[in-house]
């Protein structure tokens, strides 16, 4: 099932109005291209999402930050007598989804453009809520994981990933050692919205438990990013990325051929018979929604 042309436009909270514009405008064209690398290069994690999610035939699952729908997707495979609705910012990534869900026959699956933080989800109406690094980016978490714990009912399951802090995720880390040319380049801050705003574990918990969620739990989990068949795959997609354009920007011809020197060597010392292979660590969050005497 897909979500009609004609749809309304989606209801998106002012403080994330930046985050739907760059994933409706240029900057999500990189994803929309290179969809598969992207999904591919993170591919290790997601056995451990599913497997936490525990997906059952008959459940209804929310697949939130869903993008081209890859969890979603699989979440749909699993509830084969529920439903799964994939919901995500971003229109160009959704039309990819539904593409690619209507060609796999998967009919028990609806892909909706709206923001977590404020979408009117029914009350109650999800068993499952899932996130495959999805859920960072909320101008406002508590205000966003509250709306989703409204959404799943009581003893319902929740499994998110989420990336742990920049120095144990060499797959951007990487490019901040190598591209800094003698600069001192700021870290993106954990907890403000982005890659690393989930990073902190004491929040997550404390996110979690204030909209009604119990059995907090963050799991350690360390899988590489393929980032390439050899090197000079590897070398043409991490250059082309947007974090490496920023950190070129400034830079004057010399050194910036330099800084692109490094980073092909590093990747060439990570090189082996699996591809390029760069370290990462996420936090795989489960948790289960209370009830509501629970919470008083």
């Known amino acids: 099932m897909t979500v009609p042309a004609s749809q309304p436009a989606p209801l998106v909270d002012e403080a994330n109005a930046e985050q739907f514009r760059a994933w409706n405008g240029d900057d999500v064209e990189h994803w929309v291209t290179h969809v598969d690398r992207y999904e591919a290069a993170s591919a290790r994690f997601d056995r451990w999402l599913l497997d936490a999610a525990a997906i059952t035939a008959p459940d209804h699952v929310l697949d939130v930050g869903c993008g081209a729908g890859v969890s979603s997707a699989a979440a749909a495979r699993a509830a084969v007598d529920g439903h799964v609705t994939g919901l995500d910012l971003s229109a160009p990534l959704l039309a990819v989804a539904r593409r690619r869900a209507e060609a796999a026959g998967l009919t028990n699956v ?9 979408h009117p989800f029914e009350p109650a109406a999800f068993d499952v809520v899932l996130s495959r690094f999805g859920v960072m980016f909320f101008a406002d978490p508590p205000a966003a994981f509250a709306n989703l714990g409204a959404a799943v009912r009581p003893g319902g399951r929740l499994a998110m990933l989420a990336w742990q802090g920049m120095a144990r995720n060499e797959w951007l880390g990487i490019l901040f050692e190598t591209l800094a040319a003698g600069r001192s ?52 997609f991490m250059s082309s990325l947007g974090p490496t354009k920023g950190l070129l920007a400034g830079l004057d011809e010399h050194d910036r051929a330099s800084a692109l020197s490094a980073l092909r060597a590093r990747l060439a010392d990570r090189a082996g018979p699996d591809g390029v292979l760069l370290g990462a660590a996420a936090w795989l969050v489960t948790a289960r929604r209370g009830s509501i005497d629970a919470r008083r």
């Open 185 to 236: 380049l700021p870290e993106p801050p954990v907890g403000a919205p982005g890659p690393f705003g989930l990073a902190d574990p004491d929040t997550v918990r404390r996110l979690l438990t204030g909209a009604g969620f119990v059995d907090v739990d963050l799991a350690d989990v360390r899988e590489p990013e393929r980032v390439g068949a050899d090197v000079d795959d590897a070398y043409a």
């Open 110 to 118: 609806t892909f909706v453009q709206g923001d977590a933080q404020v």
